[in-house]
């Protein structure tokens, strides 16, 4: 197992959206696995984010921008 740090608090903080920091993480995990493209990504927290959580939208969608960012060119192997 290879271990990738994120430093996704400090991502989100600097957002202006500590509790994106998940997003951060989602956003590396799918950059480093290949498992979703950012716009996928962007596109099913768009239409998951229920209406009351509509003003931290954008900055979600910007963590998990910054965390897929964050760990582009990171070689890593991915067995089975």
Not at 3 to 22: D, F, K, Q
Request: aromatic share 2%; glycine share 10%; no cysteine.
């Amino acid at each position: 197992a290879r271990v990738v740090p994120i430093a996704a608090r400090e991502i989100a903080a600097g957002l202006g959206a500590p509790v994106a920091a998940g997003l951060a993480l989602v956003g590396a995990f799918a950059a480093l696995t290949g498992v979703a493209d950012d716009e996928s990504l962007a596109s099913a927290t768009r239409q998951l984010v229920p209406p009351h959580r509509a003003a931290a939208l954008e900055a979600g969608v910007a963590a998990l921008a910054a965390g897929a960012d964050a760990v582009r060119g990171t070689p890593v192997e991915v067995t089975t």
